[in-house]
T-cell receptor, first 113, second 114 residues
Framework: SQQGEEDPQALSIQEGENATMNCSYK?????LQWYRQNSGRGLVHLILIRSNEREKHSGRLRVTLDTSKKSSSLLITASRAADTASYFCATDVPEGGSEKLVFGKGTKLTVNP | DVKVTQSSRYLVKRTGEKVFLECVQD?????MFWYRQDPGLGLRLIYFSYDVKMKEKGDIPEGYSVSREKKERFSLILESASTNQTSMYLC?????????????FGDGTRLSIL
């Protein structure tokens, strides 16, 4: 079952610009994570934000979480060509005493040099 | 850094074959996961395991089974491969059952069933 949905599906910007990707989800969460996937590779964890947090920073990444709207955004500032990748949000779903993640379909970001 | 290694990057098999995809992690993680990734459908969870010899069905377990005989190794088995199982398969691991654990992924196996 799909929990998170990213928006837009694809985004093309110039190097140096900021890139903003959004994620909406349906049910209550404990935390939300963002991942990055380079073409043909596995996913790499970028940042986790807990339900009681509103904003979190990591280098050029800024994540916000609005639990009342069930949405999150990922901002990449001063983008570089190397940021070209697909970005996924993932929300936690308690399952059988453990925790699994449900991933959205991703935003494909292209940063043009 | 955690390293998750999938045995093959590319694999071509024939319809009806029994296919084994292997995944090994080197950080003593308790949880391991198998996903498939298809264009337009995103990542879908096939099976996961939170302990040796334990397994739990994910969202799309039909046509698959798994084996976890050792903590570091999690195998995905296609009992009788079919063309609709052509996909990118991703293995992941996470530390334990604690809330908010990031998952660490291998580079994937692109499987083609002819």
């Amino acid at each position: 079952s799909q929990q998170g949905e990213e928006d837009p599906q694809a985004l093309s910007i110039q190097e140096g610009e900021n890139a903003t990707m959004n994620c909406s989800y349906k049910t209550s969460i404990n935390n939300l994570q963002w991942y990055r996937q380079n073409s043909g590779r596995g996913l790499v964890h970028l940042i986790l934000i807990r339900s009681n947090e509103r904003e979190k920073h990591s280098g050029r990444l800024r994540v916000t979480l609005d639990t009342s709207k069930k949405s999150s955004s990922l901002l990449i500032t001063a983008s570089r060509a190397a940021d070209t990748a697909s970005y996924f949000c993932a929300t936690d779903v308690p399952e059988g005493g453990s925790e699994k993640l449900v991933f959205g379909k991703g935003t494909k970001l292209t940063v043009n040099p | 850094d955690v390293k998750v290694t999938q045995s093959s990057r590319y694999l071509v098999k024939r319809t009806g074959e029994k296919v084994f995809l292997e995944c090994v992690q080197d950080m003593d993680h308790e949880n391991m996961f198998w996903y498939r990734q298809d264009p337009g459908l995103g990542l879908r969870l096939i099976y996961f395991s939170y302990d040796v010899k334990m397994k739990e069905k994910g969202d799309i377990p039909e046509g698959y089974s798994v084996s976890r005989e050792k903590k570091e190794r999690f195998s995905l088995i296609l009992e009788s491969a079919s063309t609709n199982q052509t996909s990118m398969y991703l293995c992941a691991s996470s530390l334990d059952r604690g809330v908010g654990q990031p998952q660490h992924f291998g580079d994937g196996t692109r499987l083609s069933i002819l």
